[in-house]
């Protein structure tokens, strides 16, 4: 029986149909690399939702127990969940109410809404998360190690605990934590419910220092849990229990960015981009991101229009690279939100584009050649969400790029807190700001720019995958 098992909504694995059946797809992201460091022998174990029909219809084989060849080397259990139930855990309560929260993203028209709909849609993700619960509970060999990820499953912790006192069970959150006065606008029992379910852990982890602390005030000022400080050891005690609360701050993939931004499809997608760039020495201005609230993509645009206006000498000799991929377009707010992003690059092409030169180059669809392509061309790396858990692509970018890219990074995202020394800082907000810190970053001297790029590459890899999940389990089992 398996000794380690992860747990999160999305697996490593995705299905789609095709004529000769279902075919598996094998998805990318630090989990999945930070996985392999345990091996593929090791007796681990992934527990997963079925995320669409084909998945469902692999998730039904074999009670979701999915053949090894079709997952790389890891054991998958595929959760079959009904579909009314998944879609209001999942876009009823984790997208639109937890990811709101902890992004604080709530504003005007989308505001929160607490009415019978959300009650009905909480008591769904209640359901999906007893569904891991008990799968886990079900597989785990005696004092095995669990790994519980993210906003999706914050109520597995507690739930297995109840079902499996012998367990060590770990929670990640890949997210941000909000502040407890943000926090507390959710309805007081869900609040309470959430804070206890990952309580249930024995060791609560997060990006960065930050999001620790937030958690921990969370669970005082919601819960009048204690909060306990050792030195920079930090845990959450609440009616008797003791939860350590860590922080492992992922780090980019150097080995694996490098060698796969030099195959022939990248090769290919970077002559296309030089074509669309036009002009032998123009610089980039580059972002790649899901088109996601939270990522900030059309104030990027408008400082981008912004660099146009007060800085003539750049028209004609600059590109905008944004890539910004769909993401949970079940749901109308972001559905709204990638119209918006293609109408603004639109404006300013209308604006400023001439025969010859495309100021920006949106690219919608998903196609990680193209990025790691872009990231090769980069110059200036443009990352500015309001709020970001990590924010891997500020990691990447320096990693892979060719030019000496310097970084205009938001001072919310958690990779500032690593990055800030040779990053050049903003306020997501602040469209002025950011238009400066673009013009600044493409004139730094090309000496500055290489030496800061250096840097950045250095932070970026100092916790790669491998080592960042070998960490929380070893922390987890210490
Ligand atoms: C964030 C979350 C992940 C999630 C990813 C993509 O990074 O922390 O848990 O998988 O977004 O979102 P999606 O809804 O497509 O899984």
């Keep these: 029986m398996p000794q380690v098992l992860v747990a999160s909504n999305r ?31 090791a007796d681990a174990l992934w527990v997963c939702a079925a ?45 639109s109410v937890l990811w709101f929260v902890h992004h604080m993203l709530y504003q005007t028209p989308f505001e929160p809404v607490f009415d019978a709909a959300f009650e009905k849609a909480y008591a769904a993700y209640r359901t999906y998360n007893t569904a891991f619960a008990d799968a886990l509970a079900e597989d785990a060999d005696e004092g095995a190690a669990v790994l519980v990820q993210d906003y999706h499953l914050t109520l597995v912790p507690g739930l297995l605990r109840a079902r499996r006192p012998d367990l060590r069970v770990g929670h990640f959150s890949h997210t941000p934590w909000a502040p407890p006065d943000y926090y507390r606008l959710l309805p007081d029992d869900t609040a309470a419910d959430v804070l206890r379910g990952v309580l249930g852990a024995d060791r609560a982890a997060f990006l960065t220092h930050r999001w620790a602390e937030a958690f921990a005030a969370c669970c005082a000022d919601v819960l009048g849990a204690e909060v306990h400080r050792d ?33 022939p499809d990248v090769e290919e997608r970077m002559a296309a981009l030089r074509e669309q760039i036009g002009g032998g020495d123009r610089r980039t201005v580059v972002r790649v991101d899901r088109t996601e609230l939270s990522k900030n993509i059309v104030r990027g645009l408008h400082a981008f229009r912004r660099l146009l206006e007060d800085h003539p000498e750049w028209r004609e000799n600059v590109v905008h690279l944004a890539f910004a991929y769909p993401s949970r377009q079940d749901l109308a707010v972001y559905r709204e939100y990638t119209a918006e992003v293609t109408r603004t690059a639109e404006q300013i092409n209308d604006q400023y584009g001439t025969a010859t030169w495309t100021p920006v180059v949106l690219h919608v669809e998903d196609d990680f050649a193209r990025s790691l392509a872009a990231y090769r061309l980069a110059d200036v790396a443009l990352v500015n969400p309001i709020r970001d858990g990590m924010n891997l692509v500020a990691k990447e970018v320096p990693v892979v790029s060719e030019r000496g890219c310097a970084l205009v990074l938001s001072r919310e995202a958690g990779a500032h807190e690593e990055l800030a020394a040779d990053a050049l800082s903003v306020n997501p907000y602040d469209i002025g700001a950011t238009a400066r810190a673009l013009a600044e970053a493409l004139e730094l001297p090309a000496a500055e720019r290489a030496e800061r790029a250096g840097r950045l590459a250095s932070a970026a890899t100092a916790l790669p995958p491998q080592r960042w999940f070998l960490d929380q389990l070893q922390a987890l089992r210490g």
Excluded at 12 to 41: F, K, M, N, Q, W
Excluded at 231 to 238: E, M, Q, T
Excluded at 239 to 258: K, M, P, Q, S, W
């Design 11 to 41: 697996g490593p694995v995705a299905y789609t149909r095709a004529e000769d059946g279902l075919t598996a797809r094998r998805g990318g992201g630090g989990l999945v690399s930070g996985l392999s460091a345990i091996g593929a022998d």
């Design 51 to 95: 995320l669409g029909d084909a998945d469902r219809a692999a998730a039904r084989a074999d009670g979701g127990r999915l053949p090894l060849a079709d997952t790389g080397g890891q054991r998958v259990r595929m959760l079959d969940i009904d579909p009314e139930v998944f879609a209001d855990a999942y876009n009823g309560i984790a997208n």
């Design 231 to 263: 030195g920079d050891a930090l845990s959450v005690v609440h009616e008797g229990r003791t939860t350590r609360i860590g922080v492992h701050g992922l780090g980019a993939d150097a080995d694996f960015l490098r060698e796969r931004a030099h195959r």
